[in-house]
């Protein structure tokens, strides 16, 4: 706002009083919200000025006639009389917005904030006689951007999950500059909502923190504990008089504190968390913007109570998930390491070997055998663990424990006699404590069982602390798969050695020497070998100086497959020495196979018969339904026989004709099963015929032996398709030489 010349004339005009010029001052002044004073003079007399101006400055109304750095001296020290020179001596206005000075006497000063306009005033000739100051305050605003900063920095602090305390400390002591004759503290509530925990307070006295640290929710337990109580705020201008203080009000007076108004801080559905106190040190009530102020920290406080608690739940569950992953990888990681053990006492002796130290610092293993109990492991954290066991009580006691858990089936908890009966005294008198063995204090004994039957008992000794039930439902859980594996382990071991045996008897034990050729072949029977396989080879001589010789492949696994392979096998040999023609030879076979009354009895086959002359081999071969026989060439060339032939085992009737090939040195015969080229990757591409002419013409010597062509095809199937495979695969070479 500017004034005009042209109304604010000269003190020393004489056609105008200064009487009319202060009544012009009051009609455009008095009235108004904002500050306003008249200076005349180079010494700033205040001429004129209206309520505003001493309500703002803190002066006694209508005290003017004299400088104003001697009515208000504490503007000199902050530059305004120095401001006021300048206008009146150069006449350019200053302007300044957010000014900040400190008004009032030594003691009663306050801080304000204003919005200033500085402008010189001139008489009739246009001579500057003195200046006039406008001004609005800007406090209350200045005061509300200020909180507002510190309530956007309070969320930003809760949004990057800020310690709890860091946030309110850092709130209280925001506001305590803010207001300083406030002083802010804030309780959290107990989970159960009965009691209040501190939370901060920094202005507080460290004894008066410590003593309601812990008071009780409840009506009349001073400001907070009853706002707690109500779930409304608690007004108490004055805790000398008021009953909700009694009991407390030795304690306010001994930390200072006057007047406290305490606001409930809940969540979003109503729920308590804790307490907004502002304390006065003289009895006080609050005024409006107080209420406004406390209602809203008390939101923000609520906020970072909430999100601190979200966090702490979330680092809980974290730390619950985290201990239940562990808890899962060691009884994962432990039961892989004992169902490798591919023998019964070796998996037991695994389990001992895993459960130290994680469940228990010693351990011991007990089996049933031919009705007599033996212990089969001991696994101890240290040898003063291991020490336990050369106790007598201590054994004597266990093997006792241990018979029980093998009758009973159930798991047993407990503490041998020796520990639980001797006190301190007497366990440093005690024979074992002589040679430095601990005391025992927890056993657990579990059972080892499976099908139904109890075979042995897992023992957890523990000479340094409890056993709780967490380790032992670790121990049983392991147990329990311990138990099964060991169980798997007899039974595969019996299977697979029985297996082997079985089809070992199918094979030849060895391949014959033939004059002129070399001979090779691998068998390789699919997953662990628990079964027969129906995949065979048979190499064998004939009367007339000649050979017979077949690859084949029998529907099915197991005991039907060994016995289909067998029939298959031995019909060959017995109609070869009596036909003197492949044809007849596979006519036999299959109708050995429709007479049979098992069904699905269908047989793959190639057959053929061998002959040496002076410069080569001869072969005379019959396919049936198998995977095309291959021809390698001394040269590297791969030349399929696809003659057409059904399954055998179909019906009484064959077809095809026997294939005459000749073998040169250097050529050979290759014949595989549908195993090696129906091999898949992990992918699932077959590895197929293309594959296996690539391995054979692969073969880096010019005249590779028999082995090196079946080494070939071998390895070529284990990098395509790894080791495990779900079918059985059979090669058989035959090179002429």
């Avoid at 530059?79 to 003691?107: E, I, Q, W």
């Avoid at 008071?215 to 109500?230: E, H, K, M, N, R």
């Avoid at 204090?441 to 340094?464: E, H, K, N, Q, W």
């Amino acid at each position: 706002m500017s004034i005009s010349p042209d109304r604010l004339v000269s003190p020393t005009e004489d056609s105008r009083s200064a009487l009319p010029r202060h009544e012009e001052y009051e009609d455009l002044f008095d009235q108004a919200p904002v500050i306003f004073a008249a200076l005349s003079g180079p010494r700033h007399v205040l001429e004129a000025a209206n309520p505003a101006f001493f309500d703002a400055l803190g002066g006694a109304r209508g005290r003017t006639g004299a400088p104003i750095g001697e009515l208000f001296p504490e503007l000199g020290p902050q530059g305004v009389l120095d401001r006021l020179d300048t206008v009146y001596r150069t006449g350019t206005p200053y302007r300044n917005r957010s000014g900040r000075l400190v008004l009032g006497a030594p003691g009663a000063e306050r801080e304000g904030y204003f919005d200033f306009t500085y402008e010189p005033r001139r008489d009739a000739d246009g001579r500057i006689d003195g200046v006039v100051v406008i001004a609005v305050e800007t406090t209350p605003y200045h005061h509300a951007q200020l909180l507002a900063a510190e309530q956007r920095l309070l969320l930003e602090q809760i949004a990057r999950d800020a310690p709890l305390d860091e946030i309110l400390t850092g709130m209280a002591r925001a506001i305590e500059e803010l207001s300083p004759e406030l002083i802010v503290s804030v309780l959290l509530a107990d989970p159960d909502g009965r009691h209040l925990r501190h939370g901060t307070g920094p202005s507080l006295p460290d004894f008066y923190n410590e003593t309601i640290d812990g008071i009780a929710v409840g009506p009349d337990v001073g400001s907070c504990g009853t706002a707690a109580y109500l779930r409304a705020p608690v007004i108490v201008s004055d805790i000398a008089t008021d009953p909700r203080w009694d009991g407390f009000q030795d304690l306010a007076r001994q930390a200072g504190v006057a007047a406290c108004w305490s606001t409930p801080i809940l969540d979003s559905e109503g729920r308590l968390l804790g307490t907004f106190a502002m304390y006065h040190r003289t009895p006080k009530a609050p005024e409006d913007k107080d209420v406004a102020l406390s209602a809203a920290f008390a939101r923000v406080t609520a906020l970072a109570i909430e999100r601190h608690r979200a966090v702490a739940a979330e680092h809980a569950a974290q730390e619950r998930e985290k201990a239940a992953r562990e808890d899962l990888a060691f009884v994962l990681d432990a039961s892989t390491a004992i169902t490798r053990e591919p023998h019964y006492f070796e998996c037991l002796q695994c389990m001992a070997r895993l459960t130290v130290p994680t469940l228990a610092p010693l351990c011991t293993v007990h089996v049933l055998e031919d009705g007599r109990t033996r212990r089969i492991a001991v696994a101890a954290a240290s040898d003063a663990a291991e020490s336990l066991l050369a106790s007598h009580a201590v054994r004597d006691e266990i093997d006792t424990a241990v018979a029980r858990v093998l009758a009973c089936g159930t798991t047993e908890t407990g503490r041998p006699r020796r520990s639980a009966e001797t006190g301190p005294d007497q366990a440093r008198d005690h024979p074992d404590a002589a040679v430095g063995r601990p005391a025992v204090i927890d056993y657990a004994c579990v059972p080892l069982s499976t099908r139904g039957r109890t075979f042995g008992v897992l023992t957890l000794l523990a000479p340094d602390r409890p056993l709780d039930g967490h380790v032992i439902a670790l121990a049983e859980e392991l147990a329990r798969r311990a138990a099964s594996s060991a169980d798997n382990a007899h039974q595969f071991t019996d299977r697979v050695r029985l297996s082997r045996d079985l089809q070992a008897g199918l094979l030849p034990p060895e391949l014959p020497s033939i004059p002129g050729a070399d001979l090779a072949a691998s068998y390789h029977p699919a997953g662990e070998g628990l079964d027969v396989g129906g995949d065979f080879y048979d190499v064998f001589p004939l009367p007339g100086d000649r050979w017979g010789l077949m690859i084949g492949d029998v529907c099915g696994r197991g005991a039907p497959a060994a016995t289909t392979t067998g029939m298959v096998r031995h019909t060959a040999r017995a109609a070869a020495r009596l036909l003197d023609d492949p044809a007849a030879v596979v006519a036999a076979i299959n109708d050995a196979l429709t007479e049979s009354t098992t069904e699905d009895n269908f047989v793959s086959l190639v057959y053929g018969e061998l002959r040496r002359t002076a410069a080569h081999l001869t072969l005379d071969l019959m396919r049936a339904g198998h995977v095309p026989p291959l021809v390698r060439r001394a040269d590297g060339t791969v030349e399929e026989l696809a003659e057409p032939g059904l399954l055998l085992g179909i019906g009484p009737d064959i077809e095809g004709a026997p294939c005459h090939i000749e073998l040169s040195p250097g050529d050979s015969l290759v014949l595989v099963t549908d195993g090696i080229t129906e091999a898949r990757s992990p992918d699932g591409e077959l590895f197929d015929d293309q594959r296996l002419v690539a391995a054979l013409a692969a073969v880096p010597t010019a005249s590779p032996t028999a082995r090196a062509l079946v080494h070939s095809v071998t390895a070529a199937v284990t990098a395509f398709a790894g080791d495990s495979t779900p079918d059985d695969q059979a090669a058989l070479v035959l090179t002429a030489t």
